[in-house]
T-cell receptor, first 113, second 107 residues
């Protein structure tokens, strides 16, 4: 049981490049989400999904796309990377019942030059 | 104004001290509440859920006041290992995090 797996752990991109951050969970959790964390800002919700085929925007969705074709996978796509997207990205999953905790991946440290 | 607000601190306390963190949330539709702990930009980990009746887990006590939309965390007998950032989290169908409160416990 691996929990939540994020890849890659580190990535450097040039401005304008695109890439996909991968997130997979093996706990059959309905809810999955992506956050970014910047110094002094806490975790900000980018996109989330309450089940396969359903996605919705969080607090800071611009510049990011997601899809949820399976329960297990929730990739985050940067369409055209910008320096403002330099951040630490966390993926998380949880059961949708009240008071259930989120399980986080280890994070992806992304730098845009 | 952020939907979930916390005093970022830092709170610098000596070992053995009692320290309290507060959090306010603005959306009255919020359904459940949590405190998470985060060490050195590692992934956040659940510390405890927060219930209206108040709940305790060892040296940690969490309280929720729905009328005032206010959540608190009390840490008694602080240990050096309690040094971390404490994140207030609100679930209203999606989970919203506060910016976190940094605690530094000193010998």
């Amino acid at each position: 049981n691996a929990g939540v797996t994020q890849t890659p752990k580190f990535q450097v991109l040039k401005t304008g490049q695109s890439m996909t951050l991968q997130c997979a969970q093996d706990m059959n959790h309905e809810y999955m989400s992506w956050y970014r964390q910047d110094p002094g800002m806490g975790l900000r919700l980018i996109h989330y999904s309450v089940g396969a085929g359903i996605t919705d925007q969080g607090e800071v969705p611009n510049g990011y796309n997601v899809s949820r074709s399976t329960t297990e996978d929730f990739p985050l796509r940067l369409l055209s990377a910008a320096p403002s997207q330099t951040s630490v990205y966390f993926c998380a999953s949880m059961i949708r019942e009240h008071n259930q905790p989120q399980h986080f991946g280890d994070g992806t440290r992304l730098s845009i030059l | 104004r952020k939907e979930v607000e916390q005093d970022p601190g830092p709170f610098n306390v000596p070992e053995g001290a009692t320290v309290a963190f507060n959090c306010t949330y603005s959306n009255s539709a919020s359904q459940s509440f949590f405190w998470y702990r985060q060490d050195c930009r590692k992934e956040p980990k659940l510390l405890m859920s927060v219930y209206s009746s108040g709940n305790e887990d060892g040296r940690f006590t969490a309280q929720l006041n729905r009328a005032s939309q206010y959540i608190s965390l009390l840490i008694r007998d602080s240990k050096l290992s309690d040094s971390a950032t404490y994140l207030c989290v609100v679930n209203r169908g999606k989970l919203i995090f506060g910016q976190g409160t940094t605690l530094q416990v000193k010998p």
